[in-house]
């Protein structure tokens, strides 16, 4: 098993090269030389033995955000790097706009994806994704003394904002006569209908309620039922070996507690049932 097999190769690289120096040094300070070339080597093995270089578009709280000292932060930030420390894996983080995440994964640029990104039969055809390890869904946003939006029927004819390339905007594609403005990330989309702009956004359930609730966002609501029931998976190329590495990961958190520890953190609460495939 890859997981594994790659702490295996690190333990016995480890090994070895102790021993070496420990061998080539002798004299008072062999101690010291030995701990400092084993975690020098430590490092380079890692690097060399499994780092997993993993996408997203950070300006989604609370699943991925910039903190206040600038850091990745968010429940997805902290997943991610519990299933890197479970598999063995040294996770790499870099910030690609949305739209250009399932490109990077078909060109191979990067190892992973995790960006509250829903596993969706479209996206299925390019990618493939992890077990579901999220719930959400799409909800309607509209200033808070808006009396005339109560549901998606009401949408036909108005002005929408959205995130580019998200479920959102598919949704709002398929309202009659919508004119749909697209933003790179979600908080533009709120922002322009806080401005007055556009009459409602469609975006991600937790992501809007969050701005709301954090106050970053002032003077809007959330309208009607939630549009969809959606799960968010870590998308990976077609075929990578990672899949299997990344659910066992994802599996033996959700028995060992860490998790409902993550899922605590972030949203207060238990975490609910989710389901083994999102089909
Ligand atoms: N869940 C939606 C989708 O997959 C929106 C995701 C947006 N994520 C982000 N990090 N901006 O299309």
């Known amino acids: 098993m890859t997981i594994k097999r790659s702490v295996f190769l690190r333990n016995i690289t480890l090994g070895v090269s102790a021993s070496l120096v420990l061998a080539a040094c ?56 519990a299933i890197g420390e479970t598999a063995g894996l040294e996770v790499q983080f870099e910030s690609l706009p949305f739209d250009g995440i399932i490109p990077a994964l078909q060109a191979g640029t990067v190892d992973a994806a995790i960006s509250g990104m ?74 322009e209908l806080a401005n007055g702009n556009v009459d409602a956004v469609i975006n991600d359930a937790p992501v809007t309620l969050d701005a709301i609730a954090s106050g970053n966002i002032d003077g809007l609501k959330v309208v009607g039922e939630l549009l969809t029931t959606e799960f968010y998976g870590i998308a990976m190329p077609k075929d990578s070996e ?27 609460e238990e975490p609910p049932e989710l389901p083994e495939s999102a089909f």
Not at 26 to 36: K, L, R
Not at 42 to 60: C, D, I, Q, S
Not at 243 to 266: H, S
Request: aromatic content about 8%.
């Open 118 to 191: 829903t596993i969706t039969e479209e996206r299925l055809q390019t990618v493939d994704f992890s077990r579901p390890y999220i719930k959400a869904g799409l909800a309607i946003a509209v200033q808070a003394d808006n009396a005339e939006v109560a549901g998606l029927d009401d949408l036909e004819d108005k002005k929408i904002a959205v995130q580019i390339g998200t479920t959102g905007a598919d949704q709002a594609a398929e309202i009659p006569g919508a004119e749909i403005s697209t933003f790179d990330s979600a908080p533009l989309a709120l922002q």
């Open 26 to 81: 002798g004299g008072a300070d062999t101690a010291d030389t030995a701990e400092e070339a084993t975690t020098d080597e430590a490092a380079t093995t890692e690097e060399t033995v499994g780092v997993l270089k993993v996408a997203t578009e950070p300006a989604f709280p609370p699943f991925e955000f910039q903190n206040d000292d600038g850091e990745l932060d968010g429940f997805d930030i902290d997943l991610m790097t």
């Open 242 to 268: 990672n899949v299997e590495v990344v659910n066992d990961a994802l599996m033996t958190m959700m028995e060992d507690g860490t998790y409902a520890e993550i899922y605590q953190k972030w949203f207060g």
